[in-house]
């Protein structure tokens, strides 16, 4: 009894029902093919007897008639039984079968509220905002770290102007060398930029300049 109140022998025996059932009517049909085959053959030999008796001994051959004929009558009964104990067999089968679909999806649908349990489409939009912010809070603190203060003092602008300064100084010493003139020191603004224009002059002009000036000295000696 407890047993049937808890779904334990009894709900066993309600899902074995269906193939018991089968297997009785599995053994049923195996007799009545076995008794089909039977009169069929019972139905031939007398159909013999009565092609050897129908000219010598009409009697007998009319006696094997009616015997193949009463084996002809249970043949279309016994016929009748099978075509009716297959269709059964079938319906069970089927029956069963929808059965333990409708119970496989049933315990599938269970399952799929197990596993959802109290989750709603509310809980999932917070989860993923959750998500969203956490990955967005980890950009900046990467990007922070990454755009962080250098070690060390801070660098002087000013020194920097000064030093772009001195190598566009060296550029143009060079360049003009390279084409025999020279080139005085030129002023440099806050920003290292060219504060005034300084002509330059060619080298054989300058020598002139200096023989000119030695003369005007000797005749002021004089």
């Not at 009748?80 to 409708?102: F, G, H, K």
Request: hydrophobic share 35%; proline share 3%; no cysteine.
């Amino acid at each position: 009894m407890w047993g049937t109140w808890f779904g334990g022998s009894g709900a066993q025996k309600r899902k074995d029902a269906p193939k018991k059932a089968i297997l009785d009517l599995r053994q049923q049909l195996d007799m009545l093919q076995k008794r089909e085959k039977h009169l069929e053959n019972q139905m031939a030999e007398q159909e013999k007897i009565a092609k050897v008796n129908v000219s010598t001994n009409k009697t007998a051959a009319r006696t094997a008639l009616k015997r193949k004929k009463a084996h002809e009558h249970s043949l279309e009964q016994t016929s009748a039984q099978i075509s009716m104990l297959e269709n059964q067999i079938y319906s069970i089968e089927s029956a069963n079968i929808n059965q333990e679909t409708l119970l496989a999806m049933k315990n599938a649908s269970k399952a799929m509220k197990d596993i959802h349990g109290n989750l709603t489409i509310d809980k999932v939009d917070d989860i993923m905002e959750g998500l969203g912010e956490q990955r967005a809070l980890a950009e900046e603190i990467g990007n922070a770290i990454a755009n962080g203060p250098q070690a060390g003092e801070p660098i002087d602008e000013s020194e920097l102007e000064d030093e772009i300064s001195r190598l566009e100084q060296e550029n143009l010493d060079e360049k003009m060398t390279n084409t025999g003139m020279t080139v005085p020191q030129l002023p440099t603004g806050l920003n290292g930029e060219l504060t005034g224009r300084v002509a330059t002059k060619p080298m054989h002009e300058e020598e002139d300049e200096e023989e000119e000036l030695r003369k005007l000295q000797a005749e002021m000696a004089m």
